[in-house]
């Protein structure tokens, strides 16, 4: 049974950073591409960042606004990948969720405010 | 790529069937000839789940009342007799072009 587990969510002050993790199992996770997507409150959904697998030389992209500012990456011996946010803003608050190509995990909250 | 999707929500009774639209500002069509085009459905309190991939390809486990058509630029969901469990919001996505982008969601709610 595949399954997907975000953790690492929370309140956070704009300028901070935080890191999101995304523990797999149930699949071969070394050659899945993994994606992260998040959602706004007014359930608006945008793709954030996306890792290729190491046959792919483990190539990273990003959604224009969080470039330079986010870092995907993976630990293929931990079957997990993450999400390091840095000077995060206000317009930053959704649940994140992460996701293999077909399957989504359950999400976790960033709420990025004063 | 922009991903208008039609209507915004649909009121149906169980046991009626009705279709969304999802027409995006570019062909879908990849170099690889494959068309990227996915659907997914939110229900109510839970993380979208995809349904169909590439047009029209169901995913495991999903009943064959779910169908997907279309190509390049205009693409269409059906579903033959709604259940109450495919009641939530659905939503298009892109994944032949970067970023991939949603269509804006369609919520299905019973009528």
């Known amino acids: 049974e595949v399954q997907v587990l975000e953790s690492g969510g929370g309140l956070v002050q704009p300028g901070n950073s935080l890191k999101l993790s995304c523990a797999t199992s149930?699949?071969?996770?070394?050659?899945?591409?993994m994606y992260w997507y998040r959602q706004f409150p007014e359930k608006r959904l945008e793709w954030v960042a996306r890792?290729?697998?190491?046959?792919?030389?483990?190539?990273?992209d990003y959604t224009e606004s969080v470039k330079g500012r986010f870092t995907i990456s993976r630990d293929d011996s931990k079957s997990s990948i993450y999400l390091q946010m840095n000077n995060l803003k206000e317009e930053d608050t959704a649940i994140y969720y992460c996701?293999?190509?077909?399957?989504w995990g359950q999400g976790v909250m960033v709420t990025v405010s004063s | 790529v922009v991903m208008t999707q039609t209507p915004p929500s649909l009121s149906v009774a169980i046991g009626q069937s009705v279709s969304i639209s999802c027409k995006s500002s570019?062909?879908?069509?990849?170099?690889?000839?494959?068309?990227?085009l996915n659907w997914l459905l939110q229900s109510p309190g839970r993380s979208p789940k995809r349904l169909i991939y590439?047009?029209?390809k169901l995913d495991s486990g999903v009943p064959d009342r779910f169908s997907g058509s279309g190509s390049e630029k205009d693409f269409t969901l059906k579903i033959s007799r709604v259940e109450a469990e495919d009641l939530g919001v659905y939503y298009c996505?892109?994944?032949?072009?970067?970023?991939?982008?949603f269509g804006g969601g369609t919520k299905l709610e019973l009528k």
């Open positions: 570019q062909s879908l069509v990849a170099s690889d000839k494959n068309t990227y």
């Open positions: 590439q047009v029209s």
């Open positions: 996701a293999r190509t077909d399957y």
């Open positions: 890792i290729k697998a190491k046959s792919n030389n483990y190539a990273t």
């Open positions: 149930g699949f071969t996770f070394s050659t899945a591409w």
């Open positions: 996505l892109q994944g032949t072009h970067l970023p991939r982008t």
